[in-house]
């Protein structure tokens, strides 16, 4: 089981602490994200802010389009968002310390006034591998393998 | 699957540094509203409401945004956001 946990200083939103490794930006280094799990995201997206102090990226890299291999439009009720597509994997501790290691994409969210402050999400793409348990009364939330 | 992962930084340092923005949000919040702020061996470093201009100013003072400091955004805002 993967516990993530809420922080009332945070808004009431539950958080997972996730090992990333995105070769083309962090090597064959894994770098810890901490992600807000948002069920309604449909994929996983890092934005700026962690995107510089986690991943160790530069403003100038995450403003311009060029110099990534793809770039999405994301929709969101706040508008639309930039995101570069890169290859990335995931590694989810359970408690007991064994790895949950899940590969796939993260898009990376383009640097504007609007996303410098948008938390990273944990969507769908890593969301559907798990069996997804949120507990609003004590509160708690966790993730098990399916 | 047991997998070796070791990220930078460490899980626990992450936790380490969470608790430290809970400790000391309030008084952040109202030192630095609305702001970027980075935080070195317990010292605010540097403070902005544009994240841009606040990586300049740790480039300025020599820092690395990812090694260095800890950085988080200050904000009454938190409970009101709708992804």
């Given at each position: 089981v993967i516990t993530g946990f809420f922080d009332p200083a945070r808004g009431p939103h539950p958080y997972l602490t996730t090992a990333v490794s995105i070769?083309?930006?962090?090597?064959?280094q894994w770098a810890s994200v901490t992600f807000m799990v948002d069920t309604g995201a449909a994929h996983t997206c890092i934005h700026p802010l962690d995107a510089i102090r986690?991943?160790?990226?530069?403003p100038a890299q995450l403003a311009?389009?060029?110099?990534?291999p793809k770039t999405i439009q994301g929709r969101g009720v706040g508008g639309g968002v930039n995101y570069f597509e890169i290859p990335a994997s995931y590694g989810l501790v359970n408690d007991d310390g064994s790895v949950e290691v899940i590969e796939g994409h993260v898009w990376i969210g383009q640097l504007t006034p609007g996303t410098q402050r948008m938390p990273s999400l944990i969507g769908w793409n890593l969301l559907r591998h798990f069996d997804l348990r949120i507990h609003g009364g004590r509160p708690s939330i966790t993730l098990e393998r399916i | 699957m047991a997998t070796l992962v070791r990220p930078e930084p460490s899980f626990e340092e992450v936790a380490e540094i969470r608790r430290y923005w809970d400790a000391n949000y309030e008084r952040f919040l109202r030192e630095y509203p609305e702001q970027f702020v980075a935080v070195k061996d317990g010292q605010v470093v540097a403070h902005d409401p544009d994240l841009t201009a606040l990586f300049h100013k740790l480039q300025d003072l020599k820092?690395?945004?990812?090694?260095d400091v800890a950085i988080e955004f200050i904000s009454a805002e938190a409970d009101t956001l709708i992804l």
């Open positions: 070769p083309l930006v962090t090597g064959p986690s991943l160790g990226l530069q311009d389009p060029e110099g990534w | 820092l690395d945004p990812r090694t």
